[in-house]
């Protein structure tokens, strides 16, 4: 069985900081390409990063430098650690894997590629 499962999401104000999980089960974290996405009411889903099986990372530009993924191979959990927030962060967030291989397509933070999506973990961002 396939799982993927978010926590960490709340209500902060902007410049604060959350630290978003995502337990998977099914699959390897290590050998995967992960990614993270976000969406607001009214607006399209948007990729916020992703990280292959090699370590490597992707980021949108409106979060670089303020967000980092991360994963713990032991507990087979992905992370996406989120500083300086601001209220346009606002938005449900969802982890996702790329069951089928441990690439994540360079440069690109792409929904149609990932096969298993979680629930997600609203975030919420007030000035």
């Known amino acids: 069985q396939v799982q993927l499962v978010e926590s960490g999401g709340g209500s902060v104000q902007a410049g604060g900081s959350l630290r978003l999980s995502c337990a998977v089960s099914g699959f390897p974290v290590s050998e995967k390409c992960m990614g993270w996405f976000r969406q607001a009411p009214g607006k399209e889903r948007e990729g916020v990063g992703n990280?292959?099986?090699?370590?490597?990372?992707t980021y949108a530009d409106s979060v670089k430098g303020r967000f980092s993924i991360s994963r713990d191979n032991a507990k087979n959990t992905l992370y996406l650690e989120m500083n300086s927030l601001k209220p346009e962060d606002t938005g449900m967030y969802s982890c996702?894997?790329?069951?089928?291989?441990?690439?994540?397509?360079?440069?690109?933070?792409?929904?149609?590629?990932?096969?298993?999506w979680g629930q997600g973990t609203q975030v919420t961002v007030s000035s």
């Open positions: 996702a894997i790329r069951s089928y291989a441990g690439s994540c397509v360079s440069g690109s933070i792409l929904a149609w590629m990932f096969n298993y």
């Open positions: 990280i292959d099986n090699s370590g490597a990372t």
